[in-house]
Each structure stands twice: as C-alpha cells, then as structure tokens.
C-alpha cells in the first residue's frame, strides 16, 4: 500500500513545539494497542488536557501534517508499517470532582456531569457510581476512552438499548479546519453554536491558554475555535456517530444521569462485569468485537455456525470463548489479522449469505497484500 512520506523538516518544526517529556520519534505503537499490534508512528505525543489537545491538533493541521487520536487503544487495528506523521496520545481525562461547574444538578432531577475526551469510561463509571448517578454502570467493563466511545457510539447490550449516545447531553467539539470566519454563519446554525472562547490577540499567538501549541505566524482571526454540539448532531445509531464522517474532535461531553444509590448502582455494575467475563475473552490480546452485527443475527453466533471457532493463522486465533473475537497469542502479525479476517468473511458469506462488516478501524500504513476483507 502507498503512503506519502512527511517532511523531516515538517515533523522537526512541529515537534518543537511539543513537550519534550511526552513525545518520541518512531514509538512503536503496538505498545499502545489492546491486540499489541502496529508498526511506528514518526511522531507520538502525549496530551494532558482537553485544550492541549485541541492545540496540537490545530498546529498538525496547520503544518500540513497527519495526525491520528489514540485513546485507549481498542477497536483499532494499527498497520504493520505505522503511521506516517502525528499521534496524538489523548489521557485528558479530567472528570468532575464534588459540585462544580462540571457537576450540576438540574430542576428535572437529572445530574450532568462532564468528562475530557480522554477518561477511561471505567473511570467515568466508577465516578458517578461513586457520586450516586445512574445509567453509566453499563459501561464499567466496556474498554477504551469517552472520546472514542462517542466516535463509535459504544454499547453494552444492543438489545437493551445501552448505549453511550444515549446518555449524552452535549459536547464541546474542535473542527480542525473551521475558522473565525466561519463562525458567523455558524452560530445561526441550530447545531453547532460557538462557545464565543476568546483567542488571544496578535500576530504570533496559540489557541488556547495551556496548550503546547508551537507558535504560529497565523493571525489569531484564521484560528480554529471549539463548538458546543447537542446530541442530536452527532446522529448516533448502531456503532455509527457522525464523528466517522467529519474531520471534528471531541474534547469534552457532558451526559445527563439520573440519581442513584451507590451500593445498588456498584452491585449492578458488578453483575455485569461479571456476565460480561463469562462470555468474552478477558485477559486476551484482542481488538475486541471485530465485526459489526447484521440485521440477520449476532456476527459471533453466524461465525460460529461456519465452525470457525478456533481457526489459526499463524498467531492469530477466532476466539473458542466468543468467536467475534480474534486473540493474539503473543506471535501474531499484523498480516494474520488481515488473513484471517479474510477467511472468516469469506466462510460467512458462502455458508450464510451474510457479507460481514468490519466494526473495527483500519488506521496507518500496511504492507499486506490481503488489505480489503
């Protein structure tokens, strides 16, 4: 597969700008994945607030170089030659503490709290479980960041309608490519409107206040500035959220939860952790679920059916615990995914007239042949 290649000039000037600490060239990203897979990335940083993370984005933007956010490293498959230009790891993970701004009770009974991007959902859990705020219990044992889960509208149980986008009130999104001049028409949009967030004033300035942004000749007027969004913009539905079609991030989001008794809320969630390990491979190298569920039954339950439960290429294996799973044993290759995904379609297909779809994401650069399954 071709890729074109960055600029070592481009990189250095941009990496200037990044803290020091928490970047690195060429980082192996397979130490950043679930499934331990994935060649390097030219650059890796490390952000630690929502705002940095806005501001890094901008300056990639603007230097004309690629970035990818990485969050908790599942429902991802890294290609076997990396990735060419930017990652950016998102552990912006600042969740409301005590009644604050980020914590506000409302007259409809209901509790809103706000999360960055980069939170653990087990850690937003544990959170409002801690708090006595119901509904994201569901959501404990589900891997990965609230900005990810909101890019792919994670569930817990489809069928009972658990899921993320469910709980969400609104966000605050950063689009890459959207000015100052565009706010204008923007704001008499029903969705997005502006946060109206001030951006310094002069010729050489940076986005937003405690960013690692690198200073940039751009007038500040041509900046990029973060929206607020409703729920209704996202349109969220089955593993779906419009975050999959637009070049937009997230940055914060704020859920709408209801009261609760925290030892009834932890003795739930604790359930259904446990029903949860019963019938998936926890513990495994695994990108988690692999394929998307069609209308005509659950992709684990056709897969099995195939008798593709325990099927090898090289040191990738169909899960005997679930078979919408794959597992690493430790010795698979980027390629044996791709194969095996291959095989297991292909089977799907011929025995059951089902074309599976892939549920997770194809990122970076890959020398397989095989890449289209």
Not at 172 to 178: K, V, Y
Not at 281 to 294: A, K
């Amino acid at each position: 597969m071709s890729f074109t290649k960055v600029s070592s000039r481009v990189l250095n000037e941009l990496a200037r700008g990044l803290p020091a600490d928490r970047t690195r060239r060429n980082e192996p990203l397979a130490l950043h994945t679930y499934i331990k897979l994935g060649g390097p990335a030219d650059f890796f940083t490390v952000v630690k607030s929502a705002d940095e993370l806005a501001g890094t984005v901008i300056d990639a933007e603007e230097a004309g170089v690629p970035w990818f956010i990485l969050g908790g490293g599942s429902n991802i498959l890294v290609g076997d030659l990396g990735f060419r230009g930017l990652v950016i790891k998102n552990e912006a993970d600042k969740i409301a503490t005590g009644r604050t701004e980020w914590y506000i009770p409302r007259n409809d009974g209901l509790v809103t709290v706000t999360a960055e991007s980069g939170a653990l959902l087990s850690q937003l859990a544990s959170f409002a479980i801690d708090h006595g705020l119901a509904g994201l219990e569901p959501f404990m044992s589900v891997p990965g960041t609230v900005g990810g889960a909101i890019f792919n509208n994670s569930h817990f149980r489809p069928s009972q309608n658990e899921f993320i986008g469910n709980l969400v009130e609104e966000a605050e999104i950063l689009f890459p490519r959207a000015t100052l001049d565009d706010v204008s028409s923007m704001r008499s949009a029903r969705n997005p409107r502006s946060l109206r967030r001030r951006l310094p004033v002069g010729e050489k300035t940076k986005v937003l206040s405690g960013s690692s942004s690198m200073i940039s000749e751009t007038p500040s007027s041509v900046r990029p500035v973060p929206f607020r969004v409703s729920r209704d913009w996202f349109r969220f539905s089955y593993d779906y959220s419009r975050l999959q079609e637009e070049k937009a991030v997230v940055l914060r989001v704020k859920f709408k939860l209801e009261k609760g008794d925290p030892e009834e809320l932890r003795s739930k969630s604790l359930e259904l952790l446990k029903q949860r390990n019963s019938y998936q491979p926890i513990g495994s190298l695994s990108c988690g679920c692999m394929w998307r569920n069609p209308k005509e039954a659950p992709a684990g339950k056709l897969i099995d059916e195939t008798g593709l439960k325990g099927i090898r290429v090289g040191g990738m294996s169909v899960s005997q615990t679930h078979a919408n799973f794959m597992v690493n044993d430790g010795t698979g290759k980027v390629g044996d995914v791709l194969e095996l995904m291959a095989r297991v379609k292909k089977r799907v297909k011929k025995y059951c007239g089902v074309e599976l779809e892939p549920e997770i994401f194809m990122v970076g650069e890959f020398s397989h042949e095989n890449m289209k399954t």
